[in-house]
């Protein structure tokens, strides 16, 4: 071999490689100060619409900006943010939805202090307090309530209910006689798809609170209280019960909520309700109108040996809070991005889609949602969702727990031993 | 004279090819480096440290991730499934791909409609497949419970009891890498000359023989080489399981790799995460010389 064929195929080595690192170093950067990159999971029924139309009249206010909205799926979504945050590749502004993960994000700087852009000219005074209150994380506030008010609450198909001559439950006893009721009639009462996990802890959250109110849950997140506190322990052995009477569907574990296993049992007529957060709503209104034109909603009943105000609504004033990323390249521009989703043709958009913003002074017409703010605006408390308002790491084990319990394959003292542990390592590692 | 010149020709020669194969080489050996081997070592440096995933903030903290995984029962439970597909994706796919690949084989032409149908679940994503049997096996409106609720059953609850869960997931994971295997006895039988047969018949082996004395011996090393890789497949599995059940109910279908993506991305524990994928480095790394070892010993005998 000649020495200039073998200095040809040098020079091409090195080339390749140049070419590889090349690509490697371009995708590392966060974008340009004259594009912005955000992400949304709204994808189904009027989400995209109303996110497309708003990133389209920031594009009309700001010509020279090009603003790409990325559509990702809830579950699918987690994963990724995940994985941009780990490394390094995080888009301009995103969502979280409050409570511990964000937390995580400002304290590790991921995300920007939004305290001063929410200052000017009182931009704050638009939204409900409650909602500024959960985007706030050690005095500042990270993140512009976007969402809708999402609470959860009991959905119930009133065409069964009347057939069997079944009325609204005001307390757990008279809510286990409805269940009977169904469940002699051959319709099963509760439909459920927790192989989601957070759809389970749903329940096990409503049994805990009127059980014993807000106060147990706060005690063992700050380390006064333990997760061994009788209305935890109560909550996961009504649940067992329930499980042993057959209230829920069958293959509730395995079924997933994201692909509307549990939907479909509702929308068929088998089962006659489900706990569920407001979003449902527009995903009844969406899927199946023959159901939603049946479809009514109540209060989770109140315990009769219990403390906790039957009141206490449990959920988020404003899911979907969005976040500017520290790595933005212009987030002045990210910001008034994210605010033009909630201007005032993003709150007609969202409350056309049915859904209830977070912000003061909203009228609603549809009668559900009206309901639902009714039960928002008399709660004297608001419980956060337990997942989110854990550190990831504790979240997922009351996660994966409180499936077990579903499952019976363990009890509920020893799933509150795992969850407390989990809790104890947390706070000593703090 | 003229020989003493030969030999330094030679030389020259090898001194020229050689040069020449570094160059060849050396793309690959920088792939190698940059995705191979650097993560690794990345792996096990950050196993190390206690860090969330996010940011620069890593702190050092010695053995301590390393010791919490060997007292870990979660992770040595999903060890445990591991080790559970590993054998009975073994017990299953090895005999069942034989007997396709036999058929394809004694058939010749009039089965090839077969093989392509045989192949199909192998062309399809491990995701698409998950999402698929999600809805096939659903508890109330899949394929099985439908046939139970027809001969006036109820519900078939396969995805969501703990006790099945994990055999469920077997299942399909052998549904969809039998036609792999099937594919790989095939091109075997393919190298098999017609001569062993036509002899064998000369002395008059009957059908059974043809195969228990004549295809199977000749088989065998193909048969450990898919063996490995099954056993290897088995210890790393993720994709599949993680869409069909995401490890659960509860944690009845953890594996180890599901484990260590909840933990590094679920629970923003990377560090943990990092010691676990390097933990199952070292499992599947021991397994795999001791399953090659084993097995390519019988073969010599």
Known sequence: MSLKRILFLGLLTVMAAGLVF????SQASGGSANSLEIWSIQTTGKGPGIFERAVARFTADNPTIKANLTMIVNDAYKQKIAVALASGQTPDAFLSWSGGPMYEYAKNGSIVDLTSYMNANNYKDKFLDAAIAQATYQGKIWGLPMQNVSVCTVFYNKELFAKYNIAVPTTIRELEAACDTLKKNGITPFSLANKTQWT????FMFLATRRGGTQPFINAVDGSGTFLDPAFIYAGEKLQEWVNKGYFNTGFNGLDEDSGQARQILYRGEAAMHIMGSWFNSSALTESPEFAAKMGIFKFPRDEQGSGNPNTVIGTVGDNFYHVASSSKNQAKAFELISHLIDDNGIADALDDGRIPPVKGVKLSDP???????????????????????????ADVHKVTSQEIFGGTLSPRAAAQQLQDAQAAYLKKK | MAGSKMVSLRSARQHSIRIAAAVFLLPALLFLIVYVAYPIVESFITSTMAWNGMGRKRVFTGAENWINLAKDINFWRAFGNNVKIMFLSLVFQVPFAMALATFLDVTERRGAVFKVVWFIPYLISSVAIGVLFKYTLDANYGVIASISKLFGGGGVDLLGNPRIALYTVIGVVCWQYIPFYMVLYLAAY?????????????DGATRSQYFWRVSLPLLRPTIVSGMTLSIIGSLKYFDLIFVMTGGGPGVSTELMATYMYKLSFVRYNMGYGATVASGMF?????????VISTLNRKTEL
């Open chain 1, 200 to 203: 389970g802890s749903m329940y």
């Open chain 1, 22 to 25: 090349a690509a490697g170093g």
């Open chain 2, 190 to 202: 393919g190298t098999i000359p017609v001569e062993l047969y036509e002899a064998a018949s000369i």
């Open chain 2, 282 to 290: 070292i499992l599947i790394t021991l397994v795999a010389l001791i």
């Open chain 1, 368 to 394: 559900i949602l009206a309901e639902l703010f009714g039960q928002v605006q008399a709660a004297p408390d608001i419980q956060l969702w337990y997942d989110q308002s854990l550190s990831p790491e504790v």
